[in-house]
């Protein structure tokens, strides 16, 4: 039996006017009920799947994927060997007509195992280990730094306590993107908001009042447990 609200499902939409990038503040909550569906929570606030120009997926579970099935005429982009290997996703998800663009995390001065420049502003990161080639993406706004974190932690609250949610294909690897993360929030001002995290909502829409609590990531690192 599925429930309404049983788990929360989070997809961000980001925009560009002229030269500014816009984080849509509306959170598509995609509840496993069909007036949630995202082609529906799109046309809620104004949006057509139509006009989606490109796709940028964290991996390739399925609760990341099945809704694939609405973006036809968007271009898809996932890890290269996500794409080769998919790993505990059934393919029958995937629509006949799907073809993606094979990324390719590149080694890069930021604290991450490595990345791949979509736009100027917009970078796709390698955050292991959910997935094979987990990624995150990475958006510059000019005032901040925010992380769409897919699947690395479950919540900020998972992160702050150096956890892990979900499957962990090798767990060194999972720590090491924990402590990427919050190296890299000494540096900037970072917001981080995970796929399945219900705060997510609050932080993008308060994002100068509500910057990720990894501030403190000089103490958080005192306290990790490993």
């Not at 598509?28 to 606030?45: G, R, S, Y």
């Not at 890890?79 to 998800?93: C, F, H, N, Q, R």
């Not at 195992?113 to 979509?118: Q, V, W």
């Not at 499957?167 to 924990?178: A, E, F, Q, Y």
């Amino acid at each position: 039996m599925i429930r309404k609200n049983q788990q929360t499902f989070i997809c961000q939409i980001i925009s560009k006017k002229k030269s500014k990038y816009f984080v849509n503040r509306k959170i598509l909550n995609i509840n496993a009920i069909e007036e949630n569906n995202i082609d529906q929570q799109l046309t809620k606030i104004g949006l057509n799947t139509n006009n989606i120009d490109a796709v940028l997926m964290a991996h390739l579970h399925v609760d990341h994927t099945n809704g694939m099935r609405f973006f036809n005429k968007s271009e898809f982009f996932i890890s290269k060997t996500e794409l080769d290997k998919p790993y505990d996703v059934p393919l029958s998800t995937f629509p006949k007509w799907f073809k993606a663009n094979n990324v390719v995390h590149k080694k890069t001065s930021l604290p991450f195992s490595g990345s791949y420049d979509f736009l100027r502003e917009i970078k796709l990161i390698s955050t292991a280990d959910h997935s094979l080639v987990h990624q995150a993406v990475l958006l510059d706004t000019g005032d901040f730094q925010i992380v769409f974190a897919g699947d690395m932690t479950f919540s900020e609250e998972q992160l702050l306590k150096g956890q892990f949610g979900g499957i962990r294909l090798d767990l060194h690897k999972s720590k090491v993107s924990i402590k990427n993360m919050i190296d890299f929030s000494e540096e900037t001002q970072l917001i981080y908001p995970p796929s399945h995290d219900p705060e997510s909502e609050t932080q993008l829409k308060k994002p100068k009042h509500n910057k990720c609590r990894t501030y403190k990531s000089k103490e958080l690192k005192q306290h990790l447990p490993f």
